[in-house]
């Protein structure tokens, strides 16, 4: 009986999902093999700024993109439970009176028929679908997927935002830096134009070189002004990171960050951290909540067998309700046995293995830019390294320089014209080094992103036949 009704039912068809998912690993092996405990949940606290630990707790508590990434999670957890709900029978009671006037000519005959009288029911009702195929813990399936998926979604908002805070701050204390180099970038200038006035007054300099030293001057006073406004602006960006206005912008302290002598990067960089990544858990979760919906749509091709039961009381006469005659029952099993619909099981399973297909290949694709997205960060920071190093030997050979021009200029052996040239050099290799240190925090910054920041929610999923599949697959 069972084949037969199986043989009745509508088919399928050929419909089913054709994308495959891409394997991390090959991927991602020329990054390195082994084990590195990093990156670490608060990360950015090794940058030893205590100011910078409060603005990202401010942020966490008060960024409108966390907030609807909490209310997503919420919709998707409420949606599983109402999924979840599935699974339980339905039982509920109820109650129902009236007052009517029953007919003279119906099938009540009388003294009912003809009279106005009052009725009631009392019953409680049972239903409960037996869900042979699976299709209720299909759909449970599928809801607690995007429930992951919305849980790993509020994680990845959230190692945005703290990585755009942590950036700002960096971008903030290389303008400050900078800002004190053109302050004494200026000061050395307007030295340099005032020995120059002298000279020329004195008849030992030409008027081009004093015009040369005013715009020098004046250039460098420019510079200045436009860092000025740059670290203006950059208050006011962080500030709105941070969900404040321009009035708390002012009140921005200057960064500490405390310099690094080692990025603090791991000499491996293991496959599976990009398993860590919640953008690719989220990706690894819609997958698998899109196979659940596949089944479900599936599942509606086959017979469903539902049971209805109920009992109470009913009566004509509210006086007679409760009387033990008045007592009712009954049973109705009941099946459907879908036959024909015009094609729409089969669009909405067409459908679904779309949707499926689509699930695979965003993960896809979301893989890749992972993979691409650390090794262009890993190429970042090593050449960032070498050239750092050199720019601090530049550095300190510039500032050797200068101390020998300035103790020439004390033994009277030079003028002070020669050592405010070494100074401008010297200042020069100093605006250098400090871009590349900006430069290399903002690589580390993107790595520590790319690698999931610390995220760590165990991701292990399972596929529709039980097996376990790793988030990194």
């Not at 508590?61 to 919709?75: G, I, M, T, W």
């Not at 004190?180 to 120059?196: G, M, P, S, Y």
């Not at 690894?284 to 009381?313: Q, S």
């Amino acid at each position: 009986m069972p084949a037969l009704l199986l043989a009745a039912c509508a088919t399928p068809g050929d419909s089913a999902s054709h994308a495959t998912l891409t394997d991390a690993q090959p991927l991602a092996r020329q990054l390195s093999q082994g084990k590195a405990p990093w990156p670490q949940d608060r990360w950015w606290a090794a940058l030893g700024d205590a100011q910078l630990d409060r603005l990202i707790d401010m942020a966490l508590a008060d960024s409108p993109s966390l907030h609807l990434a909490e209310a997503r999670l919420a919709k998707a957890r409420a949606l599983a439970d109402s999924a979840d709900a599935r699974r339980f029978a339905d039982v509920s009671l109820n109650a129902q009176a009236s007052r009517q006037r029953y007919t003279a000519n119906g099938m009540i005959p009388p003294p009912v028929a003809g009279t106005v009288r009052e009725s009631g029911q009392l019953t409680l009702d049972f239903a409960y679908d037996f869900d042979f195929w699976g299709r209720n813990r299909q759909y449970i399936a599928a809801a607690v997927s995007q429930t992951r998926a919305a849980e790993a979604e509020r994680e990845s908002a959230r190692q945005v935002l703290i990585a755009a805070v942590v950036d700002a701050w960096s971008q903030l204390n290389r303008s400050y830096r900078l800002l004190d180099i053109a302050d004494a970038q200026v000061k050395q200038r307007e030295r340099q134009q005032a020995l120059i006035q002298q000279l020329l007054a004195a008849g030992l300099s030409p008027r081009g070189e004093a015009n040369s030293a005013r715009s020098t001057a004046a250039s460098a006073r420019q510079e200045r002004l436009a860092l000025r406004e740059q670290l203006a602006l950059q208050r006011h960006q962080l500030a709105a990171l941070l969900g404040r206005g321009p009035d708390f912008a002012a009140t921005l302290p200057r960064p500490q960050l405390q310099a690094q002598a080692d990025d603090g990067v791991p000499t491996v960089l293991p496959a599976d951290l990009l398993g860590r990544r919640p953008d690719l858990v989220a990706a690894r979760w819609r997958v698998e909540a899109a196979r659940g919906n596949v089944g479900a749509a599936r599942a509606e091709f086959y017979p469903n067998v539902n049971l209805t039961t109920f009992t109470g009381y009913s009566s004509i006469g509210l006086g007679q309700l409760l009387k033990s005659g008045s007592g009712i029952a009954g049973i109705g099993p009941a099946l459907n046995l879908p036959l024909f619909d015009g094609g729409r099981r089969r669009a909405n399973l067409g459908d679904a293995n779309a949707d499926l297909d689509l699930a695979i290949e965003q993960y896809n694709q979301s893989l890749l830019d992972a993979v691409r997205d650390v090794a262009d960060q890993v190429a970042s920071l090593n050449a960032l390294a070498a050239q750092a190093q050199e720019a601090r030997l530049a550095l300190v050979q510039a500032g050797s320089a200068r101390t020998l021009a300035q103790t020439r200029f004390t033994a009277g052996l030079a003028s002070e014209l020669t050592t405010l040239a070494s100074d401008d050099v010297w200042l020069a290799r100093q605006r250098t080094l400090t871009d590349i240190d900006t430069r290399r925090l903002t690589a580390r910054i993107a790595l520590i992103k790319a690698l999931g920041g610390g995220y760590d929610a165990a991701p292990q999923t399972h596929t529709q036949e039980g097996a376990p599949v790793s988030a990194a697959q």
